[in-house]
């Protein structure tokens, strides 16, 4: 069974960094990519970034473009969210998701609270 373990998140002054990992217990080796979707309080779920697994490949949403960054580790089959300079509009639930075809995430970690005080 696919597992996708999320860590981190919590309460981060405006202004601060704060990085989540979500660590996924199955074969990557045909996977396509994975990636971090949020949801506000009363919002729809959005994507924020995603890395392709074989390339590396990286793309963002505008709105954390040059603030956050995603990266990967393929031996621990790991993949990161470091995010800087956050402010209120940051704070959500985090997500990450796995995809074994562009743009079908069909694994979900359980979620992760970040909460942004000013």
């Known amino acids: 069974q696919v597992q996708l373990v999320q860590s981190g998140g919590g309460l981060v002054q405006a202004g601060g960094s704060l990085r989540l990992s979500c660590a996924a217990s199955v074969r990557t080796w045909n996977m396509y990519a994975m990636a971090w979707f949020r949801q506000a309080p009363g919002k729809e779920r959005e994507f924020v970034a995603t890395?392709?697994?074989?390339?590396?490949?990286?793309d963002y949403v505008d709105s954390v473009k040059g603030r956050f960054t995603i990266s990967k580790d393929n031996v621990k089959k790991t993949v990161y969210l470091q995010m800087n300079s956050v402010n209120a509009e940051d704070t959500a639930v985090y997500y990450c998701?796995?995809?074994?075809?562009?743009?079908?995430?069909?694994?979900w970690g359980q979620g992760t609270q970040v909460t942004v005080s000013s």
């Open positions: 890395i392709t697994w074989s390339s590396g490949r990286t």
């Open positions: 998701a796995a995809a074994w075809r562009p743009n079908e995430y069909i694994y």
